[in-house]
């Protein structure tokens, strides 16, 4: 069964800096699609970005970026310039390719920004 | 567009109830899940359905049960009520099964 791992249960940072969240996966398979979700203390998730398993280039929106690395099974998170609506719990999740799988998440982390 | 709408936003019943929870999907999205939330367990898939038919389902209960309508509407169903299933009910749409789009969200509180 897929599992998905993010080893940091809570994180802070600076208004304006940069944080890193981490994500790790274990699948055996080579299709699959990779996501993070945020979801603010008003508790809608908001897709924050996705990654397609075929595609060796990092996705990018705005100040959310991936550091893919498929070998590693690793899917890091990396927000840039962050803000204080930025706060919130960030899930990391895996989709397996094929048409109809479901979706399995990691235990979220909880991300603070401090003024 | 209008966003996955979910009712009721609260919902407080008593163990050995049933309850019945109702999801909206973005116009136009034919498939629908459900996720149940808990501190303990975080996010726990219970079934998808696609067309009016489930897909896939998690490792849940039978006392958990869905369906879907023809207009996309999907309801899920959990009888017989327990403390444990007090959560966060989540419901989240997509076009095609990828992305997915979530609701606000049901609590459901079970005393």
């Known amino acids: 069964a897929q599992t998905v791992t993010q080893s940091q249960p809570e994180m802070s940072v600076q208004e304006a800096e940069t944080v890193t969240l981490s994500c790790t996966y274990d699948?055996?398979?080579?299709?699959?699609?990779l996501f993070w979700y945020k979801q603010p203390p008003s508790r809608q998730m908001i897709l924050v970005i996705r990654?397609?398993?075929?595609?060796?280039q990092n996705a990018t929106e705005n100040r959310f970026s991936v550091n893919f690395q498929k070998a590693a099974k690793s899917f890091s998170l990396k927000i840039s310039d962050s803000q204080l609506g930025d706060a919130a719990m960030y899930f990391c999740?895996?989709?397996?390719?094929?048409?109809?799988?479901?979706?399995?998440f990691g235990p979220g982390t909880r991300l603070s920004v401090l003024p | 567009k209008a966003g996955v709408t979910q009712t009721p936003r609260y919902l407080i019943k008593t163990r050995g109830q049933q309850v019945t929870l109702s999801c909206s999907p973005i116009?136009?999205?034919?498939?629908v899940s459900w996720y149940q939330q808990t501190p303990g367990q975080g996010l726990q898939f219970l079934f998808e359905?696609?067309?009016?038919?489930?897909?896939n389902k998690g490792n849940f209960p039978g006392r958990f049960s869905g369906r879907q309508f023809s207009n996309s509407r999907s309801e899920m169903n959990v009888s017989t009520l327990e403390l444990g299933d007090s959560a966060l009910y989540l419901c989240?749409?997509?076009?095609?099964?990828?992305?997915?789009?979530f609701g606000p969200g049901t609590r459901l509180t079970v005393t």
């Open positions: 989240a749409s997509s076009l095609l099964g990828l992305e997915q789009y």
């Open positions: 699948t055996s398979e080579s299709d699959y699609y």
């Open positions: 990654q397609e398993a075929y595609k060796q």
């Open positions: 999740a895996y989709r397996l390719g094929n048409y109809g799988q479901n979706f399995v």
């Open positions: 116009s136009g999205h034919r498939s």
């Open positions: 359905y696609f067309s009016e038919t489930q897909r």
